[in-house]
């Protein structure tokens, strides 16, 4: 079993709907929870972080974590053909060097 | 402000050869961390290092794979007799912070790296 679980979809939405993306984890010492997008042929970007659990929004992005069940999401509302690229989830022990990463979810929004 | 670089973005290597790939960190970043990404899989950890002391090597594969930063900012990592096995994308990620702030890691485009 790995450490983080993501199903690697793809996934494909039409333009304006509600995405959900998730992540499973197994070792609950992880401390920072990740989500970055990789648009092909491009490095990660750092779309958002949080510590521990709750949820934190940044404009059209949420991010959620329930330690307790080891399981985070990401929702993007609104959905745009721009959000069309592979989201990772990532996560990392306090003071740690060694982020561990899902697979990714390849998403296509279709205007 | 520019971000993360790296150097060669493709790299087509012959069984066996020596390979070096380039990483500029964002200027000022304390941090910097190279990563394996394989097709269709997430980024996977090599190597870490704070300024230019390379304090983690935990993720090399073999020691084949060789990273230096030498003054805390450029930094190479270096593959010798490449293998097919070696074909991936290779990252580069900075990060302003030193210990702790991990999460805040600000990625390059990546090598991508054939051997044939």
């Known amino acids: 079993q790995k450490e983080v679980e993501q199903d690697p979809g793809p996934l494909s939405v039409p333009e304006g709907a509600i995405v959900s993306l998730n992540c499973t984890y197994s070792n609950s010492a992880f401390q920072y929870f990740m989500w970055y997008r990789q648009y092909s042929r491009k490095g990660p970007e750092l779309l958002m972080y949080t510590y521990s659990s709750g949820n934190k929004e940044d404009g059209r992005f949420t991010a959620q974590v329930d330690k307790s069940s080891k399981y985070i999401s990401l929702f993007i509302r609104d959905s745009q053909p721009s959000d069309s690229a592979t989201y990772l989830c990532?996560?990392?022990?306090?003071?740690?060097?060694?982020?561990?990463f899902g697979a990714g979810t390849r998403l296509t929004v279709k205007p | 402000g520019a971000g993360v670089s790296q150097s060669p973005r493709y790299k087509v290597a012959k069984r066996g050869q020596d390979v070096a790939l380039r990483c500029d960190p964002i200027s000022g970043h304390v941090s910097l961390f190279w990563y394996q990404q394989a097709l269709g899989q997430g980024p996977e950890f090599l190597t870490y290092f704070q300024n230019e002391a390379q304090l983690d090597k935990s993720g090399l594969p073999s020691d084949r794979f060789f990273a230096e930063r030498p003054e805390g900012s450029v930094s190479t990592l270096k593959i010798q007799r490449t293998q097919q096995e070696d074909s991936a994308v290779y990252l580069c990620a900075s990060s302003p912070l030193g210990n702790g702030g991990q999460e805040t890691q600000y990625f390059g485009p990546g090598t991508r790296l054939l051997v044939l």
């Open positions: 990532a996560m990392i022990f306090s003071g740690d060097n060694d982020m561990r």
